[in-house]
């Protein structure tokens, strides 16, 4: 049902080359405010700045050489679209990337840089599922879901990896819970390389519909998703959902504005850039501070795309 | 004359156990715009975010146990006010910090934070002096400059060690000038571990003392100091002085949008928070571009201390 793992080891295998193994951060003071010993896995600092590049780079990986010849198509406006572009670039293969109209330009730009052939869309799903199909009937190219895909969060699945091989006696990982991906992929990973920790989500209580599955045990939709933590407002999937069903015990729902004073927290004291999704997961350690008292910790640090001249603090 | 290899040495063994060996960070991007190899040397990730720490804790180390005893004093309103009030708090020393009644609330709290005993005097250098000699005399505490100590600066030059030790190919090593410490310290690293590669100053055209000294020969200074980078606004210093005079070649001066520039890029593409002092080294490799083409440059990022509620971005 679920992965195996061998499937994880072969895609760490797998990804390894076209990675940066990301540095392990802590802090003294930060440790302190929460009474934890904190790691944090600082995939801001991977290529193109998030964790997405793990599960683009494994997916193509995974096409046949006539697939990866037609190329690859799929629909974002966030990292995943530059993840995508880069990663196809790596591998000599064609990625088609559908973004909405209002996208900002500096995120176009981006994909371009590393390589994306943009079609715009109108800014709703529909119509940016319906350009990425029109596309796949045109040229071929197979579509990658940004995160509910198994060789996808078998990608992003490599991050847990490296932190569990650097820190084998975690007692929790946190990660922000977006599409799933990240934090399918780390259970995953968690699950097969140290069975005694746990892997704990956080999530913005703007765009709790990870939660919400959890209780329900079916995948919940937000109607409106109104979060700093962009990166957060999507929806889990039937590929992703069965495995943080099943391996993840917690989902924790933060406020905006403890997102904030996390993600300043994290600027001020580890001195690095990241995105306001990529707090969510300290802010749940806060958030439950008893829960997690004297326990060791890996936070996953998603990302580092951010707009600094538009910041929330 | 100037301080011998032997010294060097036993500086880096002295502080090593002190303070973290920071990570040296790479960016394709930057690399190639700047046609270069950049190495960058994190000093925003040392201990209280900056490298004064080094030469701190050097210079407490080398008191006796008497004048241990009896505390370190200096004035300060930047990062050497942190540092000495760390490095004296590890090495169980009592530190003395005279700082202006109008320095930024949350500086005092850093201070106090690491332990540092304040005292306020006057805004102005003489105010500051009179209240450093008022605590010499009453608690017999050793008064230590933040740039103009031989300790001082044989602590700052194992920034330089660690970065040469890891990559021993570099042709040139490009740091930021304020009082003189940091690249008086990264001078004589360089001159004794290796002799072919050139250390370079990068100061802003707002306050060029060190530039225009290095041109007349004497210890020029700052009438006015207007730039961005506060912690370069100071001059240089009898111990320092002879050491930049001798060993560096060159000092390049830039303009304030190009230290804006600068540090806008390594925030955006390095994903790490450092102070405007710290892109001035940047800077200055862009504004001579054609004479560092094709170079492995070395570039001290000296910190990271700065008001996220206030950039200059």
Known sequence: MIPTKEEVIAAYNRVKPFVHQTPVLTSTLINNLTETELYFKCENFQKMGAFKMRGAINAIQQLSKAQQKSGVVTHSSGNFAQALSLAAKNLGVKAYIVMPSNAPQVKKNAVRGYGGIITESKPTLAAREKEANKIQNKTGATFIHPSNDTNVILGQATAAVELLKKHPNLDYVVTPVGGGGLIAGTALATHYL????????????????????????????????????????????????????????????????EIIAAMSLIWERLKIVVEPSSAVALAAVFKKKAYFRNKKIGIIISGGNVDLRNLPF
Do not use: H
């Open 194 to 257: 140290n069975p005694a920790c746990k892997v704990i989500g956080g999530e913005p209580l703007g765009a709790d519909d990870a939660w919400r599955s959890l209780q329900s045990g079916n995948i919940e939709t937000n109607e409106t998703a109104s979060t700093v933590a962009d990166g957060l407002r999507t929806n889990l999937g039937d590929k992703n959902f069965p495995i943080i069903n099943k391996l993840v015990p917690e989902i924790i729902r933060v406020e905006e504005t």
